[in-house]
């Protein structure tokens, strides 16, 4: 193997090519990346940088001498836009093509949008989102976010923090539960009541309305909310657009490149990392992807070290998975997996303390741990984890 092309230059991309030169590879890795951006960290985009206290340019992942010492040939600004597989070849859109022994995907996802045609929407996802919304922050009173995902919640908690009044809706009867049992629901519904969200639960949007710019936002409850600023925070499709015609198979249900245990794809040679790769984890019975930015670092480590390794040499990827969110300046941590139908045990603190540990279990067994300003209690449990662990052990475990 001598040449190996990343395409996807996000904490993925970066975390495979590290993991290649650390495994002693010397050859030619070409990093392609659309962003005009060398791989920043996009976590503190809707925190510290919407609420002023970081930079923009304090979210770079390594420092330029870091970053050099990698010998990248380095693709930015540049958008993979085929992959010819019979060649090993990937088309760029200026053109020219990159040819390799070896391959891995890792092209994240993008915002959904609404499409409104209107000055004043915005998603959330890169540096220049990120300037956009601090920027209109400093100048409105009042607005909307759209969505109550963990980044919809971010962008509320950011934007009450500089005093702006907040409209957050949600179609859902409680926040983030698309992965959340509704008890959770309404512990992170009473955060954001407790910090003057004016929260609208269980009503849809129906349209933006406005004259070059957004003036407001109907609801399908048949109310308006006036509004000069929405961000939507509506979820992400993954970025397999340029793997039309491939042959490298995509995952249905969870979305994104359908990768085996091993993060290789359905190409020789093709492995995918981060937001984009779909795999089935041996202790959640089935396949899952997930959008968290420590999966990322890791997933891409394995697959850059299966890359390298002979047939009997690849790892199994089999994290602990691990995610957080920063709201109000409280932290929630999940590790493990969650659902909205797992039997849950709260065995520290309480929903009404605003600090709890919960544990999450599924079909007798421990699947989840989710922690608020818990950080010590929540890192404790991972053992748990890290092996089938059952779930009256766990109680025990915890002292239940
Ligand atoms: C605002 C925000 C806050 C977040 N906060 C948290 C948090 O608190 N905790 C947490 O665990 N996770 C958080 N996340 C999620 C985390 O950032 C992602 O899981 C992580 O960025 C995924 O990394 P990735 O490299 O797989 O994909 P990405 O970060 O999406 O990077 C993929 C890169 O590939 C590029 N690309 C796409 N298509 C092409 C192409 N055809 N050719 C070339 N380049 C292409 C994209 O432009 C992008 O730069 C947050 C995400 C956002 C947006």
Not at 123 to 134: C, H, P, S
Not at 343 to 367: C, I
């Amino acid at each position: 193997m001598r040449d190996i092309v990343i395409v996807g230059a996000g904490m993925a991309g970066l975390g495979a090519a590290e993991s290649l030169r650390s495994a002693g590879f010397d050859g030619t890795i070409t990093l392609v990346g659309e962003e005009k951006h060398r791989p920043y960290s996009r976590p503190p985009l809707s925190k510290e940088v919407l609420t002023g206290r970081g930079s923009p340019k304090g979210v770079a992942l390594r420092d330029e001498p870091e970053f050099d010492a990698l010998r990248l040939d380095l693709r930015l600004g540049r958008r993979a836009e085929r992959l010819r597989p019979a060649e090993r070849a990937v088309e760029l859109d200026d053109g020219s093509a990159l040819t390799c022994d070896g391959l891995v995907i890792a092209t994240g996802a993008a915002p959904r949008r609404p499409a409104t045609g209107l000055a004043g929407v915005h998603v959330l996802r890169t540096i220049e989102d990120a300037e956009a919304v601090r920027a209109e922050l400093e100048a409105v009173d009042r607005m909307v976010v759209v969505g109550a995902g963990f980044i919809g919640a971010e962008v509320a908690a950011s934007a009450r923090a500089l005093g702006v009044e907040v409209t957050l809706v949600e179609a859902a009867p409680t926040p983030m539960t698309r992965v959340v049992d509704p008890r959770i629901g309404a512990a992170l519904t009473g955060l954001h009541l407790d910090h003057g969200v004016d929260l609208r639960l269980g009503v849809g949007v129906t349209g933006f309305e406005g004259t070059g710019r957004v003036e407001r936002v109907r609801l399908a409850d048949g109310t308006a909310v006036e509004a000069s600023l929405v961000v939507a925070g509506l979820g992400v499709e993954t970025n397999t657009g340029w793997l039309a015609g491939s042959g490298v198979e995509l995952a249905g249900g969870v979305g994104g490149v359908r990768c085996d245990a091993h993060c290789a794809t359905s190409l020789p040679g093709v492995y995918a990392a981060g937001d984009i790769a779909s795999w089935p984890h041996p202790r959640y019975g089935g396949r899952i992807r997930l959008e968290h930015w420590t999966n990322a670092g890791e997933q891409a480590a394995v697959a850059a070290h299966n890359l390298l390794a002979g047939e009997g040499a690849r790892q199994e990827y089999a994290p602990v998975p691990y995610f957080w969110s920063d709201q109000y300046g409280m932290k929630v941590q999940l590790l493990g997996q969650a659902a909205p139908a797992d039997t849950v045990e709260f065995v520290h603190g309480s929903v009404e303390d605003r600090k709890f540990v919960a544990f999450l279990g599924r079909a007798g067994m421990l699947v989840g741990v989710l922690g608020l300003r818990s950080t010590p209690k929540v890192m404790r449990y991972r053992p748990l984890l890290a092996e089938p662990t059952a779930w009256d052990d766990a109680l025990a475990a915890a002292g239940r």
